[in-house]
């Protein structure tokens, strides 16, 4: 049964003749014996829901909204009515700083304190039970005739939990208990909450941007931005597969989640006034329309508890592909396979590895899924129209497609800057000037010289890695939203390789395009796939998340697959598949 | 892009050294925020000043001879009416002007920016100088100032030159201690170790780091210890340990309240009341630029001194 | 106990300090200031002395012997309480000492209650009313007030209070020759005697006390401290008194210790103005007089209770505030 219910809360500060909104229409429900995690970096308004929920928050916030304990309507009581449910009925244990406790009064004191005035009991009977919160949560209980400063950051959070659990609330608020803690003392913090709602049923709300403390312990689990809900569903879900960009690049910067793949932040800054319309995320956003400027999504449910606040009903669908087939007729009348029944997806602002050997079809799914081949079978849509035949590649906003090989992907006669400006010279787009600057631009991105000397060169005068450096700005030009990236490292030596894929994934990330990144090498594709796909034969044999397709493959394929490596590794691979 | 307020100030100041230059720019710029309050401080302590530069001029007659009768009343020939000996007040009046702002700033300055450099110095070299002077001013500030102040008057004998000293030496120690201590804040800082990677010396670290920071608290106190001096020069010579023959205000006092009658007369009105206003009203005028000075000086100060 | 005994030792230094200044002083002066005849200023007593007085002085200082010895002389007799004895009152100075120094702890201690008390009740005010026109209007007036030095503020009082609107005696601490109907009758004379020269002091002190409370509580309000006991439901009245009071009235008592230190110097230029005679216009005559012995005897008392009541106040502020016991000092 819902034990604490949350709806349509606001808060606003007023800071010096401007307002502030901290918290913008959140709404949640916690039932009994369940914990909650809200997930947030700063500004994201969770400490302000957590001071509402208390009723502390200070003289210049206005709250709006109802927060019900109960079926009580906390918000419109008097504050000696709702001193009756703070503490005895719903706690908090605050964020650790210097000033938390009273720095003039013992600890011992202040947890006892709220134990004799609120629930009646003596002092020597606080005491007692004193002894054995301090126990519980792991301190000498000699500590309670100590002052806070004599305690550190780790021992103080303990008190604050020790004290929040002295009158056996019904809800415990936790706000970012973790943060100055180190590994150990994390743990054993998160088995004693576990242990705490096991045993004794307590219902609690985790507010924390530890993003992997959370995951750890909560059941369901809420994103906010911007004092506003994102995304809201089961932890598992919600992490490994999130719907919405945000939470998506959330789990990007989150190192211990997926641990193999590199960490990338979310470009831009949380924007500081909130005053406008539209969707507060979109600056950051990958995939933002014209709607998310003149309104904010309202979260809609999209199933199992499941939902997300989005125009676009979460991460979108870019590209589909359904029923791909395709044959080469071979000299001898027979005809080869080459791919065969695929469908594929992929999402906006995502990452996915086609992963196969040679012969395995995906240099050919890749043509037909830029429009180049037409299939045999089946249709590929890229944003509501087909792609064969289409325009997908001719103006900006569609479809590029970078090579394999680097020195045929771009014509020896060819000028750096006849090559790079070719698709603008094709399509007419931009004057002569316009299309010098975007060139200009476009090299920068790439990090090669826009100089008139370079500009000047001759693709057969420069390198492998500058000349697929040279396609790769060819094929930004055009500000594609999918980028088809075919084997484009295994022509380059190594360390150009690596310099190419960081720049081009570095890319993905500043601009928000989906990639198409083809490959045969697994471990690769882990540092920068969301997800691969393993194709073998011209089959899709297995698709999900990056991973979990790694380390736990289901195809016997895929398992295969991943125990072909072989050569020095930091751990011995054959052990490495569970 | 000058990095002036306005050009006046470039021009006004260019044979100074930039870095001294930006200061008074700074003052400058800083005196136009300067709120009603701090205007009005400021153009009163300008009469005040006045007052004591021509006084010889606005005077009328010279404030220690015999000009009139006995306890004249405020009339034609005296403003101000004449005291106890037949000696024009008002005169006395423009020349203990005199006394009050000579001796105020001779001790802000000497005690202000003396001391000031003082602590400056030592927080800069740190080591047995820096503990030596923490020690003194330690004792320096724990010495109850107003009973030694008297006694030691009483004993080395009235004169100008006595007073100043003596007030110089009970008024250096709290400058010190304060800019000691903002040197040493900002000697910690990063930019510090970084200049002195670049190669900075000494005098560029002080000239131009430490000094920025330090002078704006300083200027603020020196204001304070100008009001000081001036009560307590006033208070010594109201106790009779004043030199007799300056025509300080306090002095005035003196003669005023050891008057046998002076209360059941009226002379009070007019021998009493004008060193008395007098006083005050310079004082509150140091008083409001003080404060306002702070107020736009606030961002860069930070050691806040006491709201006393 | 390390910061306890660096407090004692700086004390027991500046106490040197201060007798050694004492005992420097009458020797630095031009002149003999035992000679029979003495004074230069007109219009002031001749003070002269028979050849026993003179003997006697000789003896009490030492005048004859080394410079060192005279030291060890002078440290014996404070030793024993022997501050020699006043040219001017032909007593004994302990004695002159001991008949006025009541009426200055009578003004100082009820200066420092006065303005300790009203100072806290006007901050706590400004404080719970921050921003609005009582808190505005108080510190503005307040501010001004703490600008007049005291001995200024005292001959307004006077010329208002006793000249113009003659509501209370002119000069003294009792009705000379007052035949008294019971002791309420005596305290109230002492009262109508004492009220303007405490109401002076008072004021003095007053805004100090008021800026510091008002500050201070507002400050406290603003820690996270005081959301947690909120946060426990304790009710506003133990939230104010047990843990925001209790923090914001820490600094506000040490310094009315302090307080009652600079009254004790400050009171030297109040009593004057207002002819009370306690030991400021006492060490005033004696200065006016050329009293040595009495001037040395009441600077020494005066300056000593000031370190005392200081050193006081240091040793009890570290046993108030826990955090400043362990940080070192």
């Known amino acids: ?578 | 892009m000058s990095m002036f307020a306005d050009d006046e100030t470039r021009s006004t100041f260019a044979w100074l050294p930039p870095d001294i230059q930006v200061i008074f720019d700074r003052i400058r710029s800083g005196l136009s925020k300067f709120s009603i309050e701090g205007k009005i401080g400021l153009f009163g302590l300008s009469l005040f000043v006045m007052m004591a530069l021509f006084a010889p001029v606005i005077a009328g007659h010279p404030p220690d001879a015999i000009t009139g009768d006995s306890l004249e009343r405020p009339g034609a020939g005296h403003i101000l009416g004449t005291d106890e000996l037949g000696m024009d007040i008002w005169a006395q009046i423009c020349y203990g002007a005199r006394m009050s702002l000579l001796i105020g700033l001779a001790v802000a300055a000497v005690a202000g920016f003396g001391g000031g450099a003082i602590g400056i110095l030592a927080a800069y070299k740190g080591g047995l100088a820096d503990q030596v002077l923490l020690r003194v001013i330690d004792v320096t500030m724990a010495l109850p100032s107003l009973p030694l102040l008297i006694v030691i008057s009483a004993f080395m004998g009235p004169s100008v030159v006595n007073v100043i000293v003596i007030l110089i030496l009970f008024s250096w120690a709290r400058p010190a201690r304060i800019a000691r201590a903002q040197t040493l804040s900002v000697k910690t800082h990063a930019y510090i170790i970084a200049a002195r990677n670049y190669g900075a010396g000494s005098w560029y670290l002080l000239r131009r780091h430490i000094f920025p920071e330090v002078l704006p608290i300083l200027l603020v106190l020196v204001i304070g210890i100008t009001s000081h001096a001036i009560v307590a020069e006033a208070g010594l010579a109201f106790l009779g340990l004043g030199d007799p023959t300056s025509k300080s205000w306090g002095m005035m006092l003196n003669y005023a309240t050891s008057f046998r009658s002076i209360y059941f007369t009226p002379y009070w009105q007019w021998w009493l009341i004008p060193p008395l206003v007098a006083l005050i009203a310079l004082l509150l005028c140091l008083a409001f630029i003080s404060r306002d000075l702070e107020r736009v000086l606030d961002p860069k100060l930070r050691g806040r001194r006491n709201t006393e | 106990m390390r910061e306890n005994r660096a407090i004692i030792s700086r004390f027991l230094l500046t106490l040197m300090i201060l007798l050694t200044i004492n005992f420097f002083l009458p020797r630095m002066m031009p002149g003999d200031p035992f000679s029979l005849a003495s004074s230069d200023v007109e219009g002031e007593d001749v003070v002269v002395m028979t050849e026993a007085q003179r003997a006697y002085y000789m003896e009490y200082y030492g005048l004859d012997r080394p410079l060192h010895e005279q030291f060890i002389i002078y440290l014996k007799n404070l030793a024993m309480g022997d501050l020699g004895k006043s040219i001017s009152n032909k007593m004994p100075v302990s004695g002159v000492i001991l008949i006025h120094l009541p009426w200055t702890i009578l003004i100082v201690l009820a200066a420092t209650i006065i303005s300790t008390i009203a100072g806290i009740i006007l901050g706590t005010l400004s404080a719970r009313n921050r921003k609005k026109g009582v808190d505005r209007f108080m510190m503005a007036g307040l501010i001004a007030f703490a600008e007049i030095p005291s001995f200024l503020l005292g001959l307004i009082m006077l010329l208002i209070f006793v000249v113009q609107l003659r509501l209370f005696p002119i000069a003294g601490a009792i009705t000379p020759f007052a035949n008294y109907t019971g002791i309420l009758d005596w305290m109230g004379d002492v009262a109508r005697h004492a009220f303007l020269p405490v109401l002076t002091l008072s004021l003095s002190q007053l805004t100090g006390v008021y800026l510091l409370t008002r500050n201070t509580l507002i400050t406290v309000t603003t820690k996270d401290y005081i959301r947690t006991a909120r946060a426990k439901g304790l009710g506003e009245r133990i939230v104010w008194t047990r843990h925001a009071l209790r923090n914001a009235l820490l600094p506000v008592v040490t310094r009315t210790g302090f307080m009652v230190g600079a009254l004790m110097g400050g009171s030297v230029l109040v009593e004057t103005v207002f002819s009370y005679p306690g030991l400021g216009m006492t060490l005033r005559s004696a200065v006016i007089a050329r009293d040595y012995p009495l001037i040395q005897g009441i600077l020494l008392v005066i300056a000593v209770s000031i370190l005392v009541c200081n050193l006081a106040v240091d040793l009890i502020y570290r046993r108030l505030d826990p955090r400043v016991v362990a940080q070192g000092g």
């Open chain 1, 1 to 578: 049964m819902t034990i604490l219910k949350v709806d349509d809360l606001r808060c606003h500060y007023a800071i010096d003749g401007s307002v502030v909104k901290a918290v913008d229409g959140v709404s949640f429900s916690l039932e009994e014996g369940e914990i909650i995690g809200l997930i947030g970096e700063s500004g994201s308004g969770k400490t302000t829901i957590a001071h509402s929920i208390m009723g502390v928050l200070p003289e210049n916030a206005r709250r709006s909204g109802t927060i019900s304990y109960r079926g009580t309507d906390l918000t419109v009581l008097p504050e000696h009515e709702m001193d009756t449910f703070r503490w005895t009925d719903i706690a908090i244990v605050f964020q650790n700083s210097l000033e938390v406790l009273n720095p003039v009064m013992k600890v011992g004191v202040q947890v006892c304190e709220p134990m004799i005035r609120r629930r009646g009991l003596g002092s020597g009977e606080a005491e007692v039970r004193c002894i054995e919160l301090f126990r519980m949560v792991g301190l000498d209980p000699v500590w309670m005739d100590a002052y806070p400063h004599q305690l550190s950051g780790g021992m103080r959070q303990r008190v604050l939990l020790a004290m929040a659990l002295s009158c056996d609330p019904e809800v415990l608020i936790l706000d970012e208990v973790t943060s100055a803690l180190d590994a150990f003392t994390r743990k054993e913090i998160r088995d004693l909450l576990l242990d705490l709602q096991r045993t004794q049923q307590y219902s609690m709300v985790l507010i924390s941007h530890d993003i992997s403390f959370v995951s750890s312990i909560a059941s369901r689990v809420m994103v906010l931005y911007a004092g506003r809900a994102v995304e809201v569903g089961p932890t598992r879900d919600v992490i490994t597969a999130p719907r919405h960009p945000y939470t998506r690049g959330l789990a990007n910067s989150t190192p211990d989640i997926f641990i193999y793949k590199d960490m990338w932040g979310i470009p831009g800054d949380a924007s500081g006034g909130n005053s406008d319309a539209g969707c507060l995320f979109r600056a950051r956003c990958t995939q933002a329309i014209d709607a998310c400027r003149h309104s904010s999504p309202a979260l809609m449910s999209c199933g199992n508890g499941w939902s997300v606040a989005c125009h676009r009903g979460g991460i979108a669908s870019l590209m589909a592909a359904t029923g791909i087939t395709f044959r080469y007729s071979l000299p001898d009348k027979r005809s080869l396979v080459a791919v065969d029944g695929v469908d594929l997806e992929v999402r906006e602002g995502e990452v996915l590895a086609l992963v196969g050997q040679t012969g395995s079809g995906k240099s050919t799914l890749a043509h037909i899924l830029a429009g180049v081949l037409r299939p045999d079978a089946g249709e590929v849509w890229f944003m509501d129209s087909k792609v064969h035949g289409g325009k997908a590649g001719h103006r900006f906003g569609g479809i590029q497609i970078v090579f394999q090989d680097p020195f045929s992907s771009t014509s020896n006669r060819f000028t750096v800057l006849d090559a790079v400006r070719e698709p603008l010279d094709i399509n007419g787009i931009g004057s002569r000037s316009e299309r010098l600057d975007m060139v200009r631009d476009a090299l920068d991105l790439v990090r090669l010289p826009a100089t008139d000397l370079f500009l000047a060169k001759y693709c057969g005068e420069l390198s492998g890695g500058q000349r697929q450096r040279v396609a790769l700005a060819r094929a930004m030009i055009m500000r594609p939203k999918l980028l088809i990236a075919d084997e484009i490292t295994s022509a380059l030596d190594v360390s150009t390789a690596a310099n190419v894929l960081r720049l081009l994934k570095g890319l993905q990330n500043r601009r928000g395009f989906a990639m198409i990144y083809i490959s045969h090498n697994l471990t690769l594709t882990l540092k920068i796939a969301d997800r691969i796909a393993v194709m073998n034969a011209g089959k899709i044999v297995e698709v999900g998340n990056a991973h979990e397709v790694m380390l736990t493959p289901k195809d016997d394929y895929t398992v295969r697959l991943v125990g072909s490596r072989i050569g020095l590794c930091c751990h011995d691979h054959h052990t490495e598949v569970a």
